[in-house]
């Protein structure tokens, strides 16, 4: 079972950025879905962006403060989180949806569309 790695996760004061990373040794994200989740322990996880070729989508939540992004080579995720505010606090996650070319609608996107995971960031932002 390939298992993605997330990196660049930490602790910000409000108003602060980050950089998430997302890559696996022969892992390409160019012809499928991917995206980034995030979950607060009790709570669902949640889509925040997700990209493929055609296609950027973000959640109202994370709308013009996070970028999702893939190298040129097709094999790194990004997700540039800006203006973060206490209740992004959460675990982050990167996924990629192997059957999927293109992504669903954040609004019709479930978990089990991704079959591809890692094992999360966590990001803590302080007031």
């Known amino acids: 079972q390939v298992r993605l790695t997330e990196s660049g996760g930490g602790s910000v004061q409000s108003g602060g950025s980050l950089r998430l990373s997302c890559a696996a040794p022969?892992?390409?994200?160019?012809?499928?879905?991917a995206g980034w989740f995030r979950q607060i322990p009790g709570k669902a996880r949640e889509a925040l962006a997700t990209?493929?070729?055609?296609?950027?989508m973000y959640a109202d939540s994370v709308q013009g403060r996070f970028t999702i992004a893939k190298d040129n080579t097709q094999t790194t995720l990004y997700l540039q989180m800006n203006d973060l505010k206490p209740e992004d606090s959460a675990m982050y996650y990167c996924?990629?949806?192997?059957?999927?070319?293109?992504?669903?609608?954040?609004?019709?996107?479930?978990?089990?569309?991704?079959?591809?995971w890692g094992e999360g960031t966590q990001v803590i932002v302080s007031s």
């Open positions: 996924a990629r949806a192997s059957h999927f070319t293109y992504c669903p609608a954040l609004h019709t996107m479930v978990e089990g569309q991704f079959n591809v």
């Open positions: 990209v493929d070729g055609r296609a950027i």
């Open positions: 022969g892992v390409s994200f160019g012809a499928y879905c």
